[in-house]
């Protein structure tokens, strides 16, 4: 009796143990660089935009580019940038999807080209 009470107890810690502390305004996992992405990322949309999000450094940097580029992001400080990049591509990659992988643009109406997924021109 004692033993799997001592058992059920030890799972449970390990549970808790597996799933990474989250900010609970925002959503975020709360880890090294976190501050940035709730610093900068929160602002026109839900930080849950961000967290369903799955991606690689390149990917994080071309989706803020992206934003840069047509929905008026402000410019990071590089520090922070460089931050805030590495902590999306460790705690949102895409070897943990939340969701179903991006289509491929093969597969996409013609308008879409203008998502950050998309290929973009050099
Ligand atoms: C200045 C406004 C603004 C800020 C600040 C902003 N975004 Fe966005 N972001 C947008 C807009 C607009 C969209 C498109 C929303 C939509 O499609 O409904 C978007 C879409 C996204 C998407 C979805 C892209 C897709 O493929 O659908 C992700 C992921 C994202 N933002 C991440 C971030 C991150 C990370 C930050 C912090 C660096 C951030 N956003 C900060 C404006 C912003």
């Known amino acids: 009796m004692r033993s799997a009470t001592t058992l059920v107890l030890l799972a449970l ?5 597996a799933a990474p502390d ?7 996992i709360i880890d090294e660089g976190w501050v940035y992405a709730n610093a900068h ?4 949309h839900s930080y849950a935009l961000v ?3 799955r991606g690689d450094a390149d990917f994080w940097l071309n989706t803020i580019r992206w934003m840069q580029r047509t929905q008026k992001l402000w410019e990071i400080p ?3 940038e460089t ?3 590495a902590y999306l591509a ?3 990659n895409e070897d943990d999807w939340g969701r179903r992988p991006l289509l491929p643009p093969s597969l996409l109406p013609s308008h879409a080209s203008e998502s950050p997924s998309a290929p973009q021109p050099e």
């Open 13 to 17: 810690c390990t549970c808790a143990q």
């Open 22 to 28: 989250t900010d609970p305004r925002s959503g975020l």
């Open 41 to 44: 990322c929160g602002a026109c």
């Open 51 to 53: 967290t369903a999000q």
């Open 78 to 80: 590089q520090d922070q």
């Open 83 to 85: 931050a805030l990049i």
């Open 90 to 92: 460790r705690n949102y």
